[in-house]
């Protein structure tokens, strides 16, 4: 009977591995495509006639003398000035994960420690407004940005993105403030602290992995934005997606598909490293924000 209960084991836990094989294989496929087409030129990669060019790299080989070729990173880095929208993006997207978790904590701790009722209400206002499409929202910022001629700049991106992205961030820490207890801002202040410095010798070591967790998701919302940095970012002062976008609307141009393979490459792997940097304290601050203290 163990005999048949182990193989029984045996055969369900192969059958789980192979399933999150395939499961993985078929989720990396269109990351690990667009990787290999980056090495090629547009007549390989996007080859009408045979698809398997794109493996083979016969247009490649012909035209640059290799299997590979990185012709598609240097025109768009280099040729296209990529990294100043690279650049751009880091700017805004370090500024807004700054300023979003100091608001963000500051309140979420007052929002979590407070008796009144005014807590709940602003927190549902916050919901109301992180419920929006932030193309909503940035409708109304066009006319005084026009009229005070601040249209354009960077940090007008900022303060918007700051604005959308602080409902959520009040949301998230006020969970992660409420799950811990009382009892430490009160011993804190027994033995000698102000609420201040309880909140920040005692509190946010606590629950630093919270932190964390919520900064990463300001940070992607920042690093892949669209629709706010489209409209108010003039073409100067673009961030990666929307530079990535001004490639593929160029399409008659030869080269510039493949700038943009490149540059698709370059806006992602950034992000596998940065949540495997991150996963420990993604993992802990997710488990700290579902569980109650």
Known sequence: MAVVQNKKYSFALMLTWAFLVVWLLVAAFPFLWTLWGSFKVEGDFFSKADWARALTGELTQVETGGVFTGA????????????????????????VVTVSLTLGTLGG???SRSTYR???????IA?????????????????PFYEWNLWGHLPTAII?????????????????????????????????????????????PVMW?????????????????FAVTAMLLSKENQTMVPK???????????????????????????LFVLVLFFQRQIVSGLTAGAVKG
Not at 76 to 91: D, G, M, S, V, Y
Not at 118 to 124: D, G, I, Q, S, V
């Open 72 to 95: 598609g990173y240097e025109g768009a880095w280099i040729k296209e000035e990529f990294w100043k929208a690279a650049l751009n993006t880091l700017i805004m997207s370090v500024c």
């Open 109 to 111: 701790y007052a929002l």
């Open 118 to 124: 005014y807590a709940f209400w602003l927190l549902l």
């Open 127 to 143: 919901l109301i407004f992180r419920a929006m499409p932030p193309i909503t929202l940035v409708s109304g910022y066009l006319l």
């Open 160 to 204: 918007v993105l700051v604005a959308i992205n602080q409902p959520f961030t009040l949301w998230m820490l006020t969970s992660f403030f409420k799950n811990i207890p009382k009892d430490l801002d009160e011993s804190a202040m027994v033995d000698g602290c102000t609420p201040f410095q309880a909140f920040r010798h005692v509190i946010i």
């Open 209 to 225: 992995p919270g932190v964390i967790t919520t900064g990463l998701f300001s940070f992607l919302l920042a690093y892949n934005d």
């Open 244 to 270: 990535i976008a001004s490639f593929l609307g160029t399409t008659q141009t030869k080269g510039n598909v493949m700038f943009a393979v490149s540059s698709v490459v370059s806006v992602t792997a950034p």
